[in-house]
């Protein structure tokens, strides 16, 4: 059974900066990609951001671009989210996903955790 457990939420003013983490575990497919989306109270989920297995190409949505940088270390079968000049708007549960290597679906979803910043 495969499992993802994000980690490294909290509350912080704008303009600071957090690391989430997402561990995977279990048994999965080979060259798996990895995502990052966020749900905020009363909205739908929505894309963060995208890793392939090897790190070589990855895609953020406009809002994020030029703050957070996704990355993973397949050794430690984590993926990570270094988000930087948070903003209040970014206040959402973040989960991350595993998916096929195109990143064009994913399978299996983490808990999430949360993230608040306060203005």
């Known amino acids: 059974q495969v499992q993802l457990v994000e980690s490294g939420g909290g509350l912080v003013q704008a303009g600071d900066s957090l690391r989430l983490s997402c561990v995977v575990s279990g048994r999965t497919y080979s060259n798996y990609a990895m995502g990052w989306f966020r749900q905020a109270p009363g909205k739908e989920r929505e894309f963060v951001a995208h890793?392939?297995?090897?790190?070589?190409?990855?895609h953020y949505s406009d809002s994020v671009k030029g703050r957070f940088t996704i990355s993973r270390d397949n050794a430690k079968n984590t993926v990570y989210l270094q988000m930087n000049s948070l903003k209040p708007e970014d206040t959402a549960v973040y989960l991350c996903?595993?998916?096929?290597?195109?990143?064009?679906?994913?399978?299996?979803w983490g808990q999430g955790t949360q993230v608040t910043v306060s203005s």
């Open positions: 996903a595993l998916g096929g290597p195109l990143g064009d679906h994913y399978d299996y």
């Open positions: 890793i392939s297995w090897r790190g070589l190409a990855t």
